[in-house]
């Protein structure tokens, strides 16, 4: 059996998949800072990343919500 890995995406919201890749994107922004020995930088980054990543949590959450709330109303 093959599973594709980019199946989720299909069913990841755009707000939710935006999200996720901003997360990575400001990851990898700390990631190289703090090679380079910018240490406040990349903590910077870092909490951009997390933010990104409560975003990315709380809208799949939402969505969730949305998908048993119709469950439960049909």
Same mark, same amino acid.
């Given at each position: 059996?093959?599973?594709?890995?980019?199946?989720?995406?299909?069913?990841?919201?755009?707000?939710?998949? &935006?999200? =996720?890749?901003?997360?990575?994107? /400001?990851? $990898? %922004?700390? +990631?190289?800072?703090?090679?380079?020995?910018? @240490? &406040?930088? =990349?903590?910077?980054?870092e909490? /951009?990343? $997390? %933010?990104? +990543?409560?975003?990315?949590?709380?809208?799949? @959450?939402?969505?969730?919500?949305?998908k048993?709330?119709?469950?439960?109303?049909?």
């Amino acid at each position: 059996m093959v599973v594709n890995p980019f199946a989720s995406l299909r069913r990841m919201s755009t707000a939710a998949a &935006v999200f =996720a890749a901003l997360a990575l994107l /400001f990851a $990898l %922004l700390a +990631l190289v800072e703090g090679l380079g020995n910018r @240490t &406040v930088q =990349a903590l910077q980054y870092e909490i /951009f990343s $997390l %933010l990104f +990543l409560h975003l990315y949590q709380h809208e799949v @959450t939402k969505s969730m919500l949305r998908k048993v709330s119709r469950g439960w109303s049909s």
